[in-house]
């Protein structure tokens, strides 16, 4: 099956930025509680972002996978996550193992099939979706909570429109 996933070369370098340099973080600091971001099965995430006009965020995990679970503990349970989350994107989960029916682009395939088309390739992957359902990037790996709002800012405030992802975080002071 071909990839659907034709992203912009400006964008890679947010890929090599998450794999290089954001893997681990020397700052513990404690988690903010506040309310999390609702997610939501593929479809229902789908068409619920059609509805509202909203960018997808879908987080390709697995049940095996340790950072995954790290990123659910840590990043997607970090208050400022959760903001940026709710005010500018649908949440969903997909699990890359999955043999659940999904619809994309109205074609049916198994989640696992998915996430191969869209060239996950290890765990957790994060997928950006504009509000066409267009995709934006794949996110490889874990980012911890204060990279990782950096990541959902350039995304969900259009950034990426017309800055290349290290530029933004220059400007910015990141």
């Not at 043999?99 to 696992?112: H, I, K, P």
């Amino acid at each position: 099956m071909p990839s659907k996933f034709a992203i912009p070369a400006g964008i890679l370098g947010l890929a090599a930025f998450v794999a290089f340099g954001w893997f681990m973080t020397d700052d513990q600091s404690a988690v903010q509680t506040s309310p999390k971001a609702e997610w939501k099965s593929f479809d229902e995430g789908l068409s619920l972002a059609r509805q509202e006009g909203k960018m997808v965020v879908v987080d390709v995990y697995t049940d095996w996978c340790t950072w995954c679970k790290k990123m659910d503990s840590e990043t997607y349970a970090d208050h400022l996550v959760s903001q940026e989350l709710r005010s500018h994107f649908i949440v969903v989960k997909l699990n890359a193992e999955s043999s659940d029916l999904v619809t994309f682009n109205g074609e049916r395939m198994t989640s696992a099939q998915f996430a191969q088309a869209a060239g996950v390739t290890g765990y957790p992957t994060t997928l950006f979706l504009d509000e066409q359902q267009k995709p934006i990037s794949v996110v490889p790996g874990y980012a911890p909570p204060e990279k990782f709002v950096d990541i959902l800012r350039y995304f969900g405030e259009d950034h990426y429109k017309t800055t290349q992802f290290q530029d933004y975080l220059n400007k910015r002071g990141g």
